[in-house]
């Protein structure tokens, strides 16, 4: 009932810059929590950042300072502005959401969306 698309990785030098994007889409009343998570094969995803329906942001120690998560409400958006990258940010970074849906009985009900994710490499 929501889609959930990310955008925005690519390949970039160390030190360099990428804002990462996630739209949703679909049916929902409406969008809450929302975050950021990384994975590199073999290991287990891991939290980045999230960000509250009133603006709350919580960062990881190994992006604060350099990572910025911000949302767009009006345009169902979330990003992630990500500042002097490392070799070791390369990860597949995938967007989730919590969103208030309507069950099958037209009721409202709260569930986890993900997003199939995006791939940045931090190479030289």
């Known amino acids: 009932q929501v889609q959930l698309v990310e955008s925005g990785g690519d390949l970039v030098q160390p030190g360099g810059s990428l804002t990462l994007s996630c739209a949703a889409s679909?049916?929902?009343?409406?969008?809450?929590?929302m975050g950021w998570y990384r994975q590199v094969p073999g290991k287990q995803r891991e939290l980045v950042a999230t960000?509250?329906?009133?603006?709350?942001?919580h960062y990881s120690d190994f992006v604060k300072g350099r990572f910025t998560i911000s949302r767009d409400d009006a345009k169902y958006r979330m990003y992630l502005q990500m500042n002097s990258l490392r070799p070791d940010d390369t990860a597949v970074y995938y967007c989730?959401?919590?969103?208030?849906?309507?069950?099958?009985?037209?009721?409202?009900?709260?569930?986890?969306?993900w997003g199939r994710g995006t791939q940045v490499t931090v190479s030289s």
């Open positions: 960000i509250s329906d009133n603006d709350i942001k």
């Open positions: 679909g049916r929902f009343r409406s969008i809450g929590d």
């Open positions: 989730t959401s919590r969103a208030k849906v309507f069950d099958n009985f037209g009721l409202p009900v709260t569930e986890d969306y």
